[in-house]
């Protein structure tokens, strides 16, 4: 039954006929057909409006999380609790041999690197007469990897320039466009606090508070800036690690770490950690939540319009019940009758269905070119699969909205319906 009704539609919107029919029953019925179609239409708008929102709210958040997604961060804070006959107020710093320990102890993690700030005005940087205030920072090799720097010319900075103490830099996009200009950078000397630093690398990264900074040998800074083996933070990857087993590790790693520096396990001040992983996965979570339910209201916002046309179809159907009792009287099919009424709604729903997506896609594009990006909400959209299925479930709403109308207006009695009129 189902495949000869889908034939007779197919059939039916191969008639001109009919679709001359149709037309003309929507003309006569202008205010009933506007009213129809407008809440397919505002149902498939407000769709997209929340999806949209939600990617563009999800690429904002996401965008943050620029650094590997399996980093680990560590760093020192103060003693907030008595320990091993330490006062509280105590200063947590690390230094090269926690590196030497973590790398010892814990096979499973990539990348261990140290990272020394140097922050201030002590810390000038010029090439030739052009001086800028940015950020330097001493690091060991894996901290590149950790930071998910995309390198644009030269090279980045490898283990021969940590041993032998080498003078270089990788400097980011805003440094070389500061300093150099339309320069090549690659192979010129800038100055650090007067210290000559040879550029082998300029590098890019989708936060321009990152592109600011310039990258040095952690070796060289300990050497040349602050004498001796203190390093600010530790970072790693951990690997294929799963979130649960990420978390287990740095428990471990702190708990061996506060025992190191006695002290005591349970004071959260005294050594600061960010898993990044634990964090990307909550986030992508709560998205997924938050997609469904956004999901959930705009497809119960388009049901209330398929409920709306099928209302209207039956009210249709009562209008033209002595029609349809003629057209049977005069050979018509249950199956052409059922197929005129599906026809219909499913051309009042597709118009107005793919008028009320492409309005809504039109929208969150205007939106996208004028709205500035934020660390919250940037580049709405939908995706290009889900509106696909937009449209597919468009004609399945259409088909779904005549049936039971169609269904009705098949059932009619010639002679019933002549008598009750």
């Known amino acids: 039954m189902k495949k000869n009704t ?10 001109l006929g009919v679709w ?6 929507m003309r006569k019925n202008k205010l009933r057909t506007f009213l129809t179609s407008f809440s397919v239409f505002w149902g498939i708008f407000i769709l997209m409006i929340l999806l949209g929102s939600g990617t563009g709210l999800q690429k904002g958040v996401m965008h943050n999380f620029s650094d590997a997604m399996n980093s680990v961060w560590l760093w020192g804070g103060r003693t907030t609790i008595a320990h091993a006959g330490y006062n509280t107020g105590r200063q947590i710093s690390f230094k090269n041999d ?22 201030g005005g002590a810390y000038s940087t010029n090439y ?28 980045l900075l490898n283990f021969i320039d940590i041993e032998k103490y080498r003078k270089v830099a990788i400097i980011g996009r805003i440094v070389k466009e500061r300093l150099f200009k339309e320069e090549n950078p690659v192979g010129k000397y800038v100055n650090i606090n007067k210290i000559p630093f040879l550029v082998v690398g300029v590098f890019d990264d989708v936060h321009d508070g990152e ?4 990258y040095i040998p952690i070796s060289v800074a300990q050497k040349t800036f602050r004498p001796g083996t203190q390093i600010g933070t530790m970072t790693f990857t951990c690997g294929d690690l799963s979130v649960k087993e990420s978390e287990a590790l740095l428990e471990d790693i702190k708990v ?10 349970e004071d959260q001040s005294a050594l600061g950690s960010f ?18 339910f956004v999901g959930i209201i705009g497809v119960f916002t388009l049901i209330a319009g398929i409920v709306g046309v099928s209302n209207i179809m039956l009210i249709v159907v009562k209008e033209r019940t002595k029609e349809f009792g003629i057209r049977k ?3 018509a099919t249950p199956r052409s009758i059922i197929g005129l009424i599906i026809l219909e709604a499913l051309i009042i729903t597709s118009i107005a269905g793919y008028l009320g997506m492409l309005s809504g896609i039109s929208l969150l594009e205007l939106i996208a070119k004028n709205m500035p990006a934020s660390e919250f909400f940037r580049n709405p959209g939908v995706d290009f699969n889900i509106a696909i299925g937009s449209a597919i479930l468009i004609a399945l709403a259409g088909m779904l909205a005549g049936f039971v109308p169609a269904r009705r207006a098949s059932r009619i009695k010639p002679i019933v319906a002549l008598h009750d009129e």
């Open 6 to 15: 889908n034939r007779t539609i197919v059939l039916d919107m191969l008639d």
């Open 20 to 25: 001359q029919e149709i037309l003309s029953t």
């Open 98 to 119: 926690d590196l030497e320990f973590i790398s010892n102890h814990y096979e499973a993690l990539e990348n261990i690197s140290g990272r020394i700030n140097l922050w």
């Open 128 to 155: 030739r007469n052009e001086y800028g205030d940015f950020g330097i920072q001493a690091i060991n090799v894996g901290f590149q990897t950790t930071e998910n720097l995309k390198l644009t010319s030269g090279r």
């Open 211 to 214: 592109v600011e900074r310039l």
């Open 256 to 265: 061996k770490l506060a025992n190191k520096h006695k002290v005591d396990p």
């Open 275 to 292: 898993n990044a992983l634990k964090e990307y996965k909550q986030m992508q979570a709560l998205f997924a939540g938050i997609k469904l």
């Open 329 to 331: 009287a005069l050979g």
